[in-house]
């Protein structure tokens, strides 16, 4: 190649990176005025369920210890799961993250059933089985919170439970939802400090850089787990529930506003919660470092729980049900004083 076709290739190429970065920077200060404009309380006022009110019994399954009961309702994929003995006043509700949806906590409550324990599991809208209400990547934590408050209302004081992004949700409620619990157990949960949640992002940048401008450009969080490399060093470990390459194909779409609205100026933690909770960790999670998790139990004085060589999803990893079963043990002896 000529001097002059190497000036003008370079040229094209520093042109197209420029082009790039600065859609990055149009696309971002859009977000950032976006999300500026929310008000969350005026939010929560809105009715925002526009599904109709049908019901749509998917599945029911009866074995010798629970009735589990998968159904789609106000637009609402639900998983319930009813022990035959029932030993726990207190129902469970829990909340997924990003990508997933009520499936991911199954395995879990099977377990929880047989110990006693009612549980329900939700899918927010584009999420598992419920239908798309809104284009997701108009999805924010205000518009999902709407939802989880909803589900929390269906039953008198239960458990709050959620993973990841249902981490951040079930601490949003805390903040601005004035509805009694139980207690609150997040599971590897967004960090309550949006410095660390700076940190986690730098971290996404390291993993795959293209995945990030895919993202700005879509505001779509899915190019981060579209393959299988990635889910393995997010989500999950080997020798868990998935495999890396059965996981990935189980993800779905999300909104990349709910990972800018959990940073300031958007989002500052409740202070003073005082309902008890307990917040779980893996000490191999790529996605939330465990140093993370324990400054966030540390703000919320939550009992922390560091689970030995898990990852992100706790509830999928090989030690599920010894994870499942530290909950169960919190929640009778921390919580109910059995």
Same mark, same amino acid.
């Given at each position: 190649?000529?001097?002059?076709?190497?000036?003008?290739?370079?040229?094209?190429?520093?042109?197209?990176?420029?082009?790039?970065?600065?859609?990055?920077?149009? *696309?971002?200060?859009?977000?950032?005025?976006?999300?500026?404009? +929310?008000?969350?309380?005026?939010?929560?006022?809105?009715?925002?369920?526009?599904?109709?009110?049908?019901?749509?019994?998917?599945?029911?399954?009866?074995?010798?210890?629970?009735? *589990?009961?998968?159904?789609?309702?106000?637009?609402?994929?639900?998983?319930?799961?009813?022990?035959?003995?029932?030993?726990?006043?207190?129902?469970?509700?829990?909340?997924?993250?990003?990508?997933?949806?009520?499936?991911?906590?199954?395995? %879990?409550?099977?377990?929880?059933?047989?110990?006693? %324990?009612?549980?329900?599991?939700?899918?927010?809208?584009?999420?598992?089985?419920?239908?798309?209400?809104?284009?997701?990547?108009?999805?924010?934590?205000?518009?999902?919170?709407?939802?989880?408050?909803?589900?929390?209302?269906?039953?008198?004081?239960?458990?709050?439970?959620?993973?990841?992004?249902?981490?951040?949700?079930?601490?949003?409620?805390?903040?601005?939802?004035?509805?009694?619990?139980?207690?609150?157990?997040?599971?590897?949960?967004?960090?309550?400090?949006?410095?660390?949640?700076?940190?986690?992002?730098?971290?996404?940048?390291?993993?795959?850089?293209?995945? +990030?401008? *895919?993202?700005?450009?879509?505001?779509?969080?899915?190019?981060?787990?579209?393959?299988?490399?990635?889910?393995?060093?997010?989500?999950?470990?080997?020798?868990?529930?998935?495999?890396?390459?059965?996981? *990935?194909?189980?993800?779905?779409?999300?909104?990349?506003?709910?990972?800018?609205?959990?940073?300031?100026?958007?989002?500052?933690?409740?202070?003073?919660?005082?309902?008890?909770?307990?917040?779980?960790?893996?000490?191999?999670?790529?996605?939330? +470092?465990?140093?993370?998790?324990?400054?966030?139990?540390?703000?919320?004085?939550?009992?922390?729980?560091?689970?030995?060589?898990?990852?992100?999803?706790?509830?999928?990893?090989?030690?599920?049900?010894?994870?499942?079963?530290?909950?169960?043990?919190?929640?009778?002896?921390?919580?109910?004083?059995?």
């Amino acid at each position: 190649m000529t001097r002059n076709g190497k000036r003008a290739g370079g040229f094209w190429l520093g042109a197209l990176v420029g082009a790039g970065l600065g859609w990055s920077v149009v *696309q971002a200060s859009y977000i950032m005025y976006t999300l500026s404009q +929310i008000d969350v309380v005026g939010s929560l006022g809105e009715r925002v369920n526009e599904a109709s009110s049908e019901r749509v019994v998917l599945n029911r399954i009866d074995t010798p210890h629970y009735r *589990q009961e998968h159904v789609v309702e106000d637009g609402i994929e639900r998983m319930s799961y009813y022990p035959k003995v029932k030993r726990y006043e207190r129902p469970i509700v829990m909340q997924h993250g990003m990508w997933t949806g009520a499936w991911c906590w199954s395995a %879990w409550q099977a377990l929880l059933a047989e110990w006693g %324990w009612e549980s329900h599991a939700h899918s927010l809208p584009g999420h598992g089985l419920s239908p798309v209400q809104r284009p997701m990547r108009d999805c924010t934590l205000d518009y999902y919170l709407n939802f989880l408050r909803d589900e929390v209302a269906r039953y008198e004081r239960p458990i709050l439970m959620g993973h990841s992004m249902g981490g951040a949700l079930v601490q949003w409620f805390l903040k601005y939802v004035d509805q009694p619990l139980t207690s609150v157990v997040l599971v590897a949960p967004m960090s309550s400090s949006w410095t660390l949640m700076l940190g986690q992002m730098r971290r996404l940048v390291r993993l795959d850089p293209l995945a +990030i401008l *895919q993202m700005m450009w879509r505001w779509d969080a899915y190019p981060m787990v579209r393959r299988a490399e990635n889910v393995a060093k997010l989500l999950i470990t080997k020798g868990g529930l998935y495999t890396a390459e059965a996981l *990935q194909k189980r993800l779905g779409e999300e909104s990349l506003l709910v990972m800018y609205q959990h940073l300031a100026p958007f989002w500052h933690p409740p202070k003073d919660v005082t309902v008890p909770m307990l917040l779980l960790s893996g000490d191999v999670d790529k996605s939330v +470092i465990e140093y993370g998790a324990r400054q966030t139990a540390d703000f919320y004085g939550a009992d922390y729980v560091v689970v030995p060589r898990a990852g992100h999803n706790l509830m999928m990893e090989a030690s599920y049900e010894q994870t499942a079963h530290t909950i169960h043990h919190w929640l009778v002896h921390h919580v109910l004083g059995e």
